[in-house]
Nanobody, 122 residues
Framework: QVQLAESGGGLVQAGDSLRLSCASSAQSFHNYVLGWSRQAPGKEREFVAVISFNGDWTYYAESVKGRFTISRDNAKKTMYLQMNSLTPEDTAVYSC???????????????WGQGTQVTVSS
């Protein structure tokens, strides 16, 4: 399991943007499929987005498609989630994790980290 650390969350207003980061010190960072999930208090964790080894393939949950963009910089060993047009429904703790394969759900991902809090006010 690769150690990952999320950052970049904060308190914003509806319509604002945030860019989250998921950083790792692993030498083999480029060998892992990476993904983002989110979880609001008392709610189930939900899949947000996933990205392939080299960043050429991505998939998004319908709730964020067109607003969020997942990317990665293997040289910097960092994955990003650019979030635009945020709404209160996006309020949650956002976490990242690795997966052995490309997936369109939470299935296959390793344990999720502490995450970073994103709060969107209306």
């Amino acid at each position: 399991q690769v150690q990952l650390a999320e950052s970049g969350g904060g308190l914003v207003q509806a319509g604002d943007s945030l860019r989250l980061s998921c950083a790792s010190s692993a030498q083999s960072f480029h060998n892992y499929v990476l993904g983002w999930s989110r979880q609001a208090p008392g709610k189930e964790r939900e899949f947000v987005a996933v990205i392939s080894f080299n960043g050429d393939w991505t998939y998004y949950a319908e709730s964020v498609k067109g607003r969020f963009t997942i990317s990665r910089d293997n040289a910097k060993k960092t994955m990003y989630l650019q979030m635009n047009s945020l709404t209160p429904e996006d309020t949650a703790v956002y976490s990242c994790a690795t997966s052995p394969r490309l997936t369109r759900s939470l299935d296959g991902f390793a344990s999720w980290g502490q995450g970073t809090q994103v709060t969107v006010s209306s």
